[in-house]
C-alpha cells in the first residue's frame, strides 16, 4: 500500500482481555517496529523485526506483551490479560531496510488507540 | 545509558518570534540525531536529520558534541508550526525517541 496500515485505529476493551493490534507494512519494507506512545511518557520502542526475526525484544514491558511478524510483512501485536497502565497508542513503522543504514527512513502508521476500561 | 533528552513538555511561543527546542543526549559513540514531528491528526513524520545538514520548513538543527546537544531552531514561528516534536537518536538498529515536546504558536 501507499503507507504503513494499522488495524484497529480505536479499540476499547475490558481490563483482563486479550487484544490483537495489526500492522502491514510498506510494501518490499523488510523493517519493522513498534512503539508505544503514552501521555507524557513519549515514544517507548517495544520490538523490531528484521524480516520475520525479532533482533530486539528489549522494550516489551512485560511476558503479557508479544509479536509476530509472518511472510516478512503484517505483524500483529498480542498483548493479553490487558491492564489499565496498557492503555496508550501503538505505533507501528516499517524501513527499506534496518535502521543501521545510513540515510535510511522510518514511516510511521496512524496508530491504534487502545482503551482498558 | 543511551537517552535522549527533551527538557520542556509545552513551549508557547508568539507567531513571529524565535523558536528554540530543546534536546541533549547521551551516548558512547558517534551519534546520528533526528527530530520528528506529528501534526494534529496527522502520522508522526520524519522533520530533519543531522547528517543532512539541511534546513526543512525553515527548522534547522546543529549537531552540538560538546554540548550534547540538537536543538531545533527557527527564525520566524508560523501558526502551522503549532505540532508536537520528538528528538530522536539511532542506537544501534532502532530509533530512540525523547518524551516530546508540544509547539504552540500563538496568534
Known amino acids: 500500500g501507499a503507507g504503513v496500515s494499522q488495524s484497529p485505529s480505536n479499540k476499547v476493551t475490558e481490563k483482563g482481555k486479550d487484544v490483537e493490534l495489526r500492522c502491514d507494512p510498506i510494501?518490499?519494507?523488510?523493517?519493522l517496529y513498534w512503539y508505544r506512545q503514552s501521555l507524557g511518557q513519549g515514544l517507548e520502542f517495544l520490538i523490531y523485526f528484521q524480516g520475520n526475526s525479532a533482533p530486539d525484544k528489549s522494550g516489551l514491558p512485560s511476558d503479557r506483551f508479544s509479536a509476530e511478524r509472518t511472510g516478512g510483512s503484517v505483524s500483529t501485536l498480542t498483548i493479553q490479560r490487558t491492564q489499565q497502565e496498557d492503555s496508550a497508542v501503538y505505533l507501528c513503522?516499517?524501513?527499506?531496510?534496518?535502521?543501521?543504514?545510513?540515510?535510511?527512513?522510518?514511516?510511521f502508521g496512524e496508530g491504534s488507540w487502545l482503551t482498558v476500561v | 545509558a543511551q537517552r535522549v533528552t527533551q527538557p520542556e513538555k509545552l513551549l508557547s511561543v508568539f507567531k513571529g518570534a524565535p523558536v528554540e527546542l530543546k534536546c541533549n543526549y547521551s551516548?558512547?559513540?558517534?551519534?546520528?540525531l533526528f527530530w520528528y514531528v506529528q501534526y494534529s491528526r496527522q502520522r508522526l513524520q520524519l522533520l530533519l536529520r543531522h547528517i543532512s545538514r539541511e534546513s526543512i520548513k525553515g527548522f534547522t538543527a546543529d549537531l552540538n558534541k560538546g554540548e550534547t546537544s540538537f536543538h531545533l531552531k527557527k527564525p520566524f514561528a508560523q501558526e502551522e508550526d503549532s505540532a508536537m516534536y520528538y528528538c530522536?537518536?539511532?542506537?544501534?538498529?532502532?530509533?530512540?525517541f525523547g518524551k516530546g515536546t508540544r509547539l504552540h504558536i500563538l496568534p
Open positions: 551516548y558512547s559513540g558517534s551519534p546520528e
Open positions: 513503522a516499517s524501513s527499506s531496510e534496518v535502521i543501521g543504514t545510513s540515510g535510511n527512513t522510518i514511516y
Open positions: 530522536a537518536l539511532r542506537r544501534d538498529d532502532k530509533i530512540i
Open positions: 510494501s518490499g519494507h523488510t523493517a
